[in-house]
């Protein structure tokens, strides 16, 4: 089977998880805490409701396909799947329980070489659902970027910037170690909030978005990074009362991987890496990422200079 001739099951599954947690906004239950995912993440109500909708999918589905969901992990009922989907049915869930905009749906598929062998350069086909708009984000490897709006076409349109002044980003803290993560931005917070601006959004595959729409300029996630080169970052977690260290895992960024770069957008990891040949399956410290997306190379360049610039200057310090 050819990968295009599955994107309208894709679709299918794609709306029929936006119907699910569409519904259930409004249930006064909605922001327990049902339990953990397969990473260790807090699991809400809201995301039960998504998952169970794509493992109801999953099982009627005539086509075999292998699946790795943020709740459930990895799942293959067949001898020898073509395909494996990656799905974070809703990246953004502490966000859309706020009733915020910045979560969405997401859902990639790759070419399924085995439970620990599929990489990041296997996707072949992706979607991203914006779950409070009609904003639809897809790519084929190799066939370019699209965006649908209100059922019209919107060209992808990375901005130009090329100063960390002027820069609009976005970043993440969940599960990462705060004080140290601050040490490392807190500088390109202070450079870029007045004449560019800097967000904390809850959803790496909205920040990514933004960027394939030119609203942002980048996307910052160094998380990994500081627990790889800073290991008493740690303690204090476990000390607060998170005891599991969490971070970007495959599934959170799979989708919007394939979209930013056939949309032109420069992705890295926070040293600088390409992330072709990392595991796409799998939610444990080997598999935890790191990530740096910008609108042009330029601007990569410059968010890798200070990044290292800001780890060279914190390895000097006493205790560091």
Known sequence: MQVEELAPKIEELGGAILSGIRSAANDADMRAVSGLTDSGDASFNVDLAAEKTVQKWL????VPLAAYTEDVGFVCEH???QYVLVVDA????RAFRAGLE?????IAVAQFRGKDETRFKDIALSYLWETKGDTVFAARAGRGATITREGRAVAPFPSVARGLEDMAWGFEVCGRPAKELFCIIGDLINASA????????NSTTFAVSRI??????AYVDVGARV????PGS?????????????GLFPYDIAAAYLIAKEAGIVMTDAYGEPLDDRRLLGSGPETRLSCIAASNSLLHERIMGYINAKFDELSQRPNA
Do not use: N
């Open 194 to 201: 007045v004449r560019g601006g800097c967000f904390l959004l």
């Open 59 to 62: 099982r009627r589905c005539p």
């Open 79 to 81: 001898d020898s799947p």
């Open 227 to 230: 627990v790889e080169e800073m």
């Open 90 to 93: 809703l990246d953004g869930s």
């Open 234 to 246: 740690v303690e204090p977690m476990f000390e607060a009362g998170q005891k599991q260290v969490l």
């Open 102 to 106: 910045t979560a969405c749906v997401s």
């Open 212 to 217: 394939v729409l030119g609203r942002f300029d």
